[in-house]
């Protein structure tokens, strides 16, 4: 069902800012809700190797952002900030999507509680993630050169859930093949958008009303 703003001047007038990580499910969404007035932005995902440069670069977006008059949402989670993120959203007055990663926004928070307090030991994937395995987890984390350093990552992880966003047989498939590289106990979990796609809704229906 198309969103009932999807009315609203093609023109942006607002600004997602996500990782890299959730390009695709948001444009997705955009698409199907007809939010032609959203324009999407995005940082790379291998900064979550790099967590103390999140908040700068979501920063220097926002700045950007302001300057063409355009309403901010930020589809990011702390994601290893270690709450800096969220000082500098307080400060510029920018909303971002609840959550520590993207998991617990998946899953919802007391889905993401459930697994975490069943097996602390638990390693997640989600479709972008086992699309990109290889590059961000092996090559990311240097297991490619650095095989004998597995253990000192993965050494305490017991299970791997892939927590799904699509129906995708492929991608079943790959997570399975990343369960079993690591040596873990393969678990499968639907979630589709998660909360991200009611985030973004409640996004698009403050700023339609304050176009009004």
Not at 63 to 69: E, V, Y
Not at 190 to 208: M, T
């Amino acid at each position: 069902m198309r969103n009932s703003q999807a009315t609203l001047d093609s023109a942006p007038t607002a600004v997602i800012i996500c990782c890299s990580a959730l390009m695709r499910e948001i444009n997705a969404l955009s698409q199907v809700n007809g939010w032609q007035h959203i324009e999407v932005q995005c940082i790379s995902a291998e900064l979550h190797n790099y967590p103390d440069k999140i908040t700068a670069a979501v920063k220097t977006l926002i700045d950007q952002a302001k300057a063409r008059g355009l309403a901010v949402f930020v589809a990011y989670a702390d994601c290893g900030t270690g709450g800096l993120l969220d000082v500098m959203l307080e400060a510029e007055q920018v909303e971002r999507i609840p959550g520590a990663h993207c998991y617990e926004f998946y899953l919802g928070a007391k889905r993401f509680d459930a697994y975490h307090q069943a097996e602390l030991g638990t390693f997640y994937l989600t479709d972008f993630l086992v699309r990109h395995f290889d590059r961000l987890v092996i090559r990311g984390l240097g297991l490619d050169k650095k095989p004998e350093l597995e253990p000192l990552y993965f050494g305490n992880y017991r299970k791997l859930v892939y927590i799904a966003q699509s129906h995708d047989q492929k991608l079943q498939q790959g997570a399975r093949r990343a369960a079993a590289r690591l040596g873990l106990q393969y678990h499968y979990h639907f979630s589709g958008s998660g909360d991200l796609g009611q985030s973004l809704r409640n996004f698009n229906q403050q700023i339609a009303v304050q176009l009004v």
